[in-house]
């Protein structure tokens, strides 16, 4: 009986975090009063509780998501208009891009996923500590990976709240002892390496029982290379310079309630160390690869014919991942979000929630980024800034790259392109292709992950599925007074450039269903991240430093050290796989240098995947990049004015700022007044 109460407790009191209000969410395991040795005892029942503890995954838990649970998704590099500030002003959850960007929010809005964490992490814990009572597995080795599938998501939880809250209390893997007073288990903020280190055992340990690959019913659950990598991913934020040697006022006042750091003082090469060779664990389980399609010599407007990059060897003549001779790059680098792939087809995803997202899900990102011919809100956007950091098609810079003053200010003389901007437009639809007639040559002869990523004015937008013709394989302008252009409603895009990435050439929004639009397995984890984390993990070290890393598990000895091979490694079949060159031997020598080529790889190749908002934030970037004014179009021209329309501005309407409260997200008053050891976020209140 005693175990009884034991779990009914924690449920209730929430483990010190929860609202005594809260209802057990595994009621139905309990109707009967059973015991737990009951509930572990059959396997229905056990099955089902560790079901309940990755449910808590989706919707404000997802990696990838719509605004309306996640608006990390919307860093400097996408917006949303939708929400503007009269918007549903009711309802703290429904958050405008302004606010969000401007940090005025309170304490009090998008809660839901510290709560919805740590009710995981106690499901989690509970069955770690009682599934091995159960008898009622086919054998012990699937038993160990029942255990291990909950040790993994607990970790994982853990993970979610320490990119966005910072330091958060880890709570006694046995539980809490009820018979303790209140005062006596209140729980405090641990340090951020103890965070993460706890975060990298557990997915040590959770990686000894998973299997290296799962069936088709169970691509949701994690496999051995999904613990590794969010292991490296963990160690990775550890040794980036937000927790590593910090010593800025902002780490000087995140304190526990004892006035102790929680962020790290003390700078340690070793810990990029670490996270390289977490990076490698995964590389060297040879299970995971950039998924390439081969060359398409057919040509129809929904899949278009190879776009064959310009000549530069040895890449032209030398198959993937060494080239890209034998690979269409636009194609698969747009088959991999878009839906083309299923979660099993896809080689280099390597965690995913599959269909569990929640109602935010990507597909209703998809329907805020389609225009309005296919009945979609036209309200997904992309800043100028992000559309000049993809590379031109021979891997040179844009023109005009990062050549507002406002930008010549804060970047390195290395970031600016002074070429002025190309002027003139497109005169049919086969000299620069894949761009039809009337488009700024701005967009000309650009990269292919451009293409696949990018909406521009004048895109065409296949729309196989709309049921009426002239809606079909339609070529969109988004000039003020056309059907997308700058209107006196919500339904316009606030730069004049929208969101390809994740688009099907099937979707549609036709009749309000969102089914019309193709599902699309979440990009949580996968390869391509892996392999630029590797990179630069090895870039941050000293060069001629060697350290000696053990494998995850113990059965070798890495040699970690600033190689510019192994560097290459990481980032090279990444830019292969997109059709542009590797990067010059200058670049790999200069460690500063290759910084700033590395984190504009992750923006481009990464982008819309929830990554940039806390890269920012762990490069102790985000005061500078959120703080420049977002540039676009000039949306208040007409087409008659085409020239002035592609004439960057800045966004009247489109806010960029920077405060210290925003490193991280404010925890609630009401979590802090249930746990009175537990310390605000500097820049926060208290509700005093």
Not at 15 to 38: A, H, P, V
Not at 264 to 284: G, L, P, R, T
Not at 364 to 378: D, E, F, I, S, Y
Not at 543 to 560: K, L
Request: hydrophobic residues 35%; aromatic residues 12%; charged residues 25%.
């Amino acid at each position: 009986m005693k175990k009884i109460i034991y779990i009914l407790l924690i449920a209730v009191l929430g483990i010190g975090m929860q609202s005594c209000s809260d209802y057990l969410d595994s009621d139905y395991i309990f109707n009967d009063r059973e015991t737990i040795e009951k509930v572990f005892n059959d396997r229905d029942k056990t099955d089902q509780w560790l079901a309940t503890a990755f449910s808590y995954l989706k919707d404000h838990c997802a990696d990838v998501c719509s605004k309306g649970h996640i608006p990390f998704n919307f860093a400097d590099d996408m917006y949303y208009g939708d929400r503007d500030v009269n918007y549903d002003a009711s309802n703290a959850n429904a958050l405008s891009y302004n606010s969000f960007k401007e940090g005025n929010y309170d304490e009090n809005t998008k809660q839901e996923a510290w709560t919805a964490c740590y009710r995981g992490i106690r499901q989690a814990s509970v069955f770690i500590q009682n599934v091995d009572m159960s008898t009622k597995f086919d054998s012990e080795e699937e038993k160990a990976d029942y255990k291990a599938q909950a040790r993994f998501v607990r970790a994982y939880y853990y993970w979610i709240l320490l990119r966005r809250y910072g330091p958060i209390p880890l709570l006694p893997d046995e539980g809490i002892d009820f018979t303790d007073e209140y005062d006596e288990i209140a729980t405090p903020r641990s340090p951020y390496d103890v965070c993460a280190e706890y975060i990298s055992n557990e997915m040590l340990l959770a990686a000894k029982d998973l299997p290296l690959r799962r069936g088709e019913l169970s691509s949701a659950r994690p496999t051995r290379g999904a613990a590794l990598a969010a292991r490296a991913q963990a160690l990775l934020f550890a040794a980036s310079p937000l927790a590593n040697g910090n010593n800025d006022d902002f780490a000087q006042q995140l304190v526990d309630d004892k006035g102790n750091r929680l962020l790290s003082a003390d700078y340690s090469e070793e810990k990029w160390a670490k996270a390289a060779a977490a990076c490698k664990d995964v590389i060297k389980l040879d299970v995971y690869r950039l998924y390439t399609t081969g060359i398409r010599t057919t040509d129809s407007p929904a899949e278009p014919a190879t776009i064959t990059p310009p000549t530069c060897e040895p890449y032209s003549s030398l198959p993937f991942p060494e080239g890209w001779a034998d690979i269409d790059p636009f194609e698969s680098y747009r088959s991999v979000f878009n839906g083309q792939l299923d979660e099993m087809s896809n080689p280099e995803l390597i965690f995913t929630r599959g269909q569990n997202i929640g109602g935010e899900n990507i597909r209703a990102m998809v329907v805020h980024q389609l225009p309005r011919q296919a009945t979609g809100w036209n309200t997904h956007g992309l800043t100028q800034k992000m559309v000049d950091a993809y590379y031109m098609n021979d891997g040179s810079d844009c023109a005009g790259m990062n050549s507002e003053p406002e930008y010549k200010a804060v970047y390195p003389r290395e970031m600016w392109n002074d070429r002025p901007r190309e002027t003139g437009f497109t005169e049919n639809n086969a000299d620069y292709k894949p761009l039809d007639a009337g488009v700024s040559l701005q967009y000309a002869n650009r990269e292919p992950r451009f293409y696949a990523s990018v909406a521009y004015n004048g895109t065409r937008w296949y729309l196989g599925n709309e049921s009426q013709s002239v809606n079909k394989n339609i070529q969109v302008f988004n000039y003020r007074g056309l059907k997308n252009g700058y209107a006196n409603t919500m339904f316009w895009l606030r730069t004049g450039i929208g969101v390809m990435k994740y688009v099907h050439p099937d979707d549609t929004y036709e009749n309000g269903n969102i089914n019309n639009a193709r599902f699309k397995p979440e990009p949580a984890i996968r390869y391509a991240d892996i392999l630029l984390m590797y990179a630069e993990a090895l870039n941050e070290l000293t060069p001629g430093v060697n350290y000696d890393i053990p494998s995850w598990d113990g059965a070798m000895t890495y040699q970690i050290s600033r190689d510019k091979e192994e560097m290459r490694t990481g980032i090279k079949p990444v830019r292969m796989r997109a059709g542009v060159p590797d990067f010059a031997d200058d670049i790999y020598s200069d460690q500063d240098k290759f910084r700033i080529y590395l984190k504009r790889e992750r923006m481009i190749e990464l982008m819309g995947e929830g990554k940039r908002y806390y890269d920012l934030r762990r490069w102790k970037d985000a005061p500078r990049e959120e703080s420049l004014p977002v540039y676009g179009c000039n949306t208040l021209m007409m087409q008659g004015d085409r020239e002035q329309f592609h004439t960057p501005v800045a966004v009247w309407n489109l806010s960029a700022t920077f405060s210290q409260k925003m490193w991280f997200w404010p925890i609630s008053h009401s979590e802090l007044k249930r746990n009175k050891r537990l310390t605000q976020n500097p820049g926060w209140t208290y509700n005093d």
